[in-house]
């Protein structure tokens, strides 16, 4: 009955005897609740050093590609300007080719052009001969 009384007053008595405010069960469910904050804390802790770490690597390895997507861009425009360097040589080719082929119908013509004027000279030595 007294412990009626001191329940109403708000008042209770825990396993020890010792006046407590709370409950029994309150108290009890308190102390579990914060045991559990506890490592709920120690936890998230843990939790946030782990993605600390998974954040650093994931930044080097955004740099590694960074630095890779820069050399395959370098690599890239250089293979364009090989490509644009041997389309130009090869121009310059086919104008030399052209040029030459030019020269050497001028050299056929004037080949025989002489060939022709050789034998004319040849015929015309061989009239004088006979006149003689």
């Known amino acids: ?65 960074e630095k890779e997507k820069m050399k395959a861009i370098g690599a890239r425009n250089l293979l364009k300007s090989i490509a644009k360097q041997r389309e130009s040589h090869q121009q310059q080719l086919r104008a030399l080719i052209t040029e030459k082929k030019m020269q050497l119908e001028r050299l056929r013509i004037q080949h025989d052009s002489l060939v022709k004027e050789e034998s004319e000279q040849n015929d015309f030595i061989e009239q004088l001969i006979l006149q003689k």
């Not at 709370?22 to 709920?40: G, I, R």
């Open 1 to 65: 009955m007294a412990d009626e009384a001191l329940a109403k007053a708000g008042l209770h008595f825990d396993e020890l005897n010792k006046i407590r405010v709370l409950e029994p069960e309150v108290a009890q469910q308190t102390s579990e609740l914060k045991e559990d904050c506890k490592d709920f804390v120690e936890k998230i802790g843990d939790f946030q050093k782990i993605v600390g770490t998974f954040i650093e690597v994931v930044d080097n390895v955004a740099t590694e590609v």
